[in-house]
């Protein structure tokens, strides 16, 4: 069968909603070189296999965080030197999500530190949406919990994705969090899906859990039912004065291997590189492109925490002959400069996956 960028993928498996964490651990659990066919195998009967999508993440509203999150920097609880910034205008989101445009982005996705947002702040957010949406580009926000009513709100604006991640198995979870629990999670995407705004949900790993742990993550959100369109998957990014500095790190290897598992059970999905990019090296994410990953977040800032300088996504995919979905073409995209970089402020690790 053709295996190039323009090929069409045609046979597909049916997704299942069923998996047991026994069948996900033998996942985890199969010789490297086995689970990377298997996963490759099944990327291409989905996905074009040369084909990765960009998407650029600004912060909107930056730390003073109530929530207790870990990982996280723009939490209140935690002293790690974030310079705090209220609700950007809706003109300052509408020039960087331009300037992602012209770099190639396809999706722009707008984060906030909040709890749950206030019903007179999402009127602005409603605004940025309408006007990011109205520039062509997906639009996904992540402000927190969100009642149905706000997800509706959302859905009117033109919203095409929420993010709120799982973030890891349900027995690890209380290690992380404590100021909302795994229900409270699931009930967000719940109100998310009955608005009919598409759902962009994963987790992190390397904060110092189990591998059984990222098999329960992974199993979570395989038996979402339908499965999580967009799948971040983070590398925690540590950051000084958050609990989780000093985790041990999970390494490439097993990075891959997360990669790999969440291909296999949920292979329509887009599973994307998202923090602990800038950490990675060459060799590691052109693993995980192999392993089935197929989204990346481009720009130089995630959140608060670094990502890749452009020129350096741009050179690897061009060495990787992988070609980005949408407008702009690495080797095109080279020519415009820097990609958005205004006022993004937390951790790649944030509840913005
Ligand atoms: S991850 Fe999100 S909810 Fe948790 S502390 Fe950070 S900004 Fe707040």
């Known amino acids: 069968m053709a295996a190039d960028a323009s090929s069409v993928p045609t046979s597909q498996p049916a997704l299942r909603h069923d998996w047991t964490r026994a069948e996900v651990e033998a996942l985890f659990a199969l010789p490297f070189n086995d689970l990377l066919f298997q996963a490759q195998s099944l990327h291409r009967q989905y996905h074009r296999p040369n084909s990765v999508q960009l998407s650029t993440l600004l912060s909107i509203k930056t730390g003073a965080c109530p929530e207790d999150c870990a990982y996280c920097p723009q939490s209140v609880r935690f002293e790690t030197g974030l310079k705090k910034e209220p609700l950007l205008d809706v003109e300052v989101v509408l020039e960087a999500a331009r300037e992602a445009k012209d770099n190639g982005a396809t999706r722009f996705c707008m984060g906030a530190a909040w709890r749950s947002p206030k019903d007179r702040d999402l009127e602005r957010v409603e605004a940025m949406v309408r006007g990011v ?204 400069g820097a990609g958005c970089g205004a006022g993004a402020a937390a951790a790649a690790t944030s509840c913005c996956g």
């Open 133 to 336: 949406k109205a520039m062509g580009l997906e639009t996904c926000v992540t402000l927190g919990m969100l009642k149905p009513a706000q997800a509706e709100r959302l859905a009117g604006a033109g919203l095409d994705y929420y993010n709120h991640n799982l973030d890891t198995s349900p027995e690890y979870y209380g290690k992380i969090i404590s100021t909302r629990t795994y229900e409270d999670r699931l009930d967000t995407l719940a109100n998310v899906r009955a608005a009919g705004v598409k759902v962009c949900c994963g987790g992190i790993v390397g904060m110092g859990e189990e591998q059984s742990d990222r098999a329960g993550l992974l199993q979570q959100l395989a038996n979402l039912s339908p499965h999580p369109e967009s799948v971040p998957i983070n590398d925690l990014v540590q950051v000084a004065g958050t609990p989780l500095k000093g985790a041990d790190s999970l390494g490439g290897i097993e990075f891959v291997r997360v990669i790999a598992v969440a291909r296999i059970l949920m292979p329509a999905s887009y599973v994307r590189l998202s923090a602990g990019r800038t950490a990675m090296s060459d060799e590691t994410q052109a693993l995980a492109f192999f392993a089935g990953a197929n989204s990346i977040f481009y720009g130089e800032k995630l959140l608060t925490t670094e990502n890749p300088q452009n020129a350096r996504d741009r050179a690897l995919l061009v060495q990787l002959g992988i070609q980005t979905e949408g407008a702009v073409a690495p080797s095109a995209a080279a020519e415009a």
